[in-house]
C-alpha cells in the first residue's frame, strides 16, 4: 500500500489511498526491484530536466555491464574493510532505490563494499574510496557504516571514464558524526547516475560535500532520512559545469521525526554552450516532525553566454510546530562591476576573474576539511577558468 501526502495545513486523517506514491515528487514507491519502475520518457518529474538519451541505456534496461570499476580504499588502523554479497544485513539498510536507474543498479550489482568504523572511535585520517571507471558499463554499491559516537571523514574520489550507476548508503549510528566528500572529476566521457542515503541516527551528526566537475552527464539523488530524535544533517555541493556538461543534483530531506535539523547549500558555475546545470531541493516536513529546523540555498553564477540553469526549491510542511523553514534559490550573470572594481587596483582581468569564482566557491570548500583535497579543488576551479579565456 502507497500514501498520498497532504497539502500543507490539511488534516491527515483519511489520507491514505491506495495506488499513489508516499511522495508525489515520485513517480513510483520505492523498491529494490527494477521492475517496480516503468521506463521513464522524460515527461515525469523527476526525469523532466534530464537528457534521458544520453544516459546509455540505464534508465530503460539495455546497459548490460561490459566493463568496470577499480575501487582501492585506504583506511586508518580500526576501520574494518569488506566486501560482501547482497544477503548482507547492511545492503539496503538506508533505505530503497527511488528511481529506475537506482534499482537497476541494486539489482545488477555483484559484490558491495563495506567500510565500518567500531563504536566510540575517533579517526585522525580521512578514509579514502578511489572509484576509476575503466571503460563500459558498471554498476556499483557502498555501505558507509560509522558506530555510536565515532567520529570519521570519508572522501570517495571519482576520476577515469565509465558508465557508471550505483547506490551509496551511510548508516550514522546515535551520537555519531560522518562528513562524507564525493568528488566526481571523471573524465568528459563519463556517464554517472548514484543515489545517496543517509541513515541519521539519534543525536547523529551527517555531512555531505558533492564536488562536481567532469564527466557528460552526471545525475546525483542524495537523500537524508533520520532514525531517531536530535539528528543533524549539512548537505553541501559545489559543481562547475562546463561547454556540453549536463550537471544534476537532486535532493531529497525526509523530516518525519521529531527534533531534527537539516541545511542545504549548493553553489555552481557555468560556462560554455549547452552547459546545463540542474538542481532540485525537496525539504519535506511531516506532520510528525514537530521541532524541525530546515533551510535550503542554491546559488548559481553564470560565466558565459549559452549555459542554462533550472534551480527548483520545494519546501511542503505538514505541521506548524516547528522551529524554522526556508529556502532561496538565485542565478545570476558574472558581474562586471565586480571585475572592474579589482582592475581598477592593478589586477588583471583574468586573475580578477579567478579571485571572484574563488570567492564565490570558499566557504563550501572550507566545508571539506581535507587540506590536500582543498588546495587540488581549488586548482581544478583555476584550470577550469584558464581553458575559458580567449
Known amino acids: ?23 508525489a515528487r515520485v513517480s513510483a514507491p520505492a523498491s529494490y526491484d527494477v521492475a517496480d519502475f516503468p521506463v521513464p520518457h522524460g515527461r515525469e518529474e523527476e526525469w523532466r530536466f534530464t537528457p534521458l538519451e544520453r544516459l546509455r541505456g540505464l534508465h530503460d534496461g539495455t546497459a548490460v555491464a561490459t566493463g568496470g570499476v577499480k575501487v582501492e580504499v585506504s583506511a586508518p588502523e580500526g576501520v574494518t574493510v569488506e566486501t560482501v554479497g ?26 558491495a563494499g563495506v567500510v565500518s568504523v567500531p563504536k566510540d572511535a575517533v579517526l585522525s585520517e580521512p578514509v579514502r574510496i578511489s572509484v576509476h571507471g575503466q571503460g563500459g558499463v558498471a554498476f556499483g554499491h557502498q555501505v558507509i557504516e560509522v558506530g555510536a559516537f565515532a567520529e570519521a571523514v570519508v572522501v570517495i574520489d571519482h576520476t577515469g571514464d565509465a ?28 556517464v554517472h547516475a548514484a543515489q545517496h542515503t543517509a541513515l541519521v541516527g539519534r543525536d ?13 552527464v552526471v545525475r546525483l539523488h542524495p537523500r537524508v532520512v ?55 531541493g525537496d525539504v519535506l516536513i511531516r506532520a510528525e516532525a514537530e521541532g524541525t529546523d530546515t533551510y535550503e540555498l542554491n546559488r548559481n553564477l553564470v560565466l558565459t553566454d549559452g549555459a542554462r540553469v533550472d534551480s527548483v526549491p520545494n519546501l ?31 589586477i588583471p582581468a583574468d586573475e580578477a576573474r579567478r579571485l571572484v569564482v574563488r570567492g564565490f566557491f570558499a566557504e563550501l570548500i572550507q566545508q571539506i576539511g581535507v587540506a590536500d583535497l582543498q588546495e587540488r579543488l581549488l586548482e581544478k576551479i583555476d584550470a577550469e577558468l584558464e581553458a575559458s579565456v580567449v
Open 1 to 23: 500500500m502507497a500514501e498520498t501526502i497532504p497539502a500543507a495545513g490539511a488534516t491527515t486523517e483519511g489520507a491514505i489511498q491506495v495506488g499513489q506514491p508516499r511522495d
Open 86 to 111: 547482497r544477503d548482507d544485513a547492511r545492503v539496503g539498510k538506508a533505505g530503497k532505490p527511488v528511481d529506475r536507474v537506482a534499482a537497476q543498479a541494486y539489482s545488477s550489482f555483484e559484490k
Open 163 to 190: 558508465t557508471l550507476a550505483a547506490n551509496v548508503e551511510y548508516l550514522i549510528g546515535d551520537g555519531a558524526k560522518l562528513t562524507v566528500v564525493s568528488v566526481q572529476d571523471w573524465d568528459d566521457t563519463a
Open 204 to 216: 547523529a551528526t551527517f555531512k555531505s560535500v558533492v564536488v562536481t566537475f567532469g564527466g557528460d
Open 226 to 280: 533520520y532514525g531517531a530524535p536530535g539528528g543533524e544533517a549539512e548537505l553541501y555541493g559545489l559543481y562547475f559545469t562546463d561547454e556540453g556538461q549536463h550537471q544534476e543534483h537532486r535532493l531529497f530531506i525526509d523530516h518525519d521525526t521529531p527534533h531534527c535539523r537539516s541545511n542545504v547549500a549548493y553553489k555552481g558555475a557555468l560556462q560554455g554552450r549547452d552547459a546545463h546545470a540542474v538542481w532540485i
Open 316 to 346: 511542503e510542511i505538514e505541521t506548524g510546530e516547528i522551529v524554522g523553514a526556508g529556502h532561496a534559490s538565485a542565478t545570476g550573470r558574472f558581474e562586471d562591476e565586480q571585475l572592474f572594481y579589482l582592475m581598477a587596483r592593478g
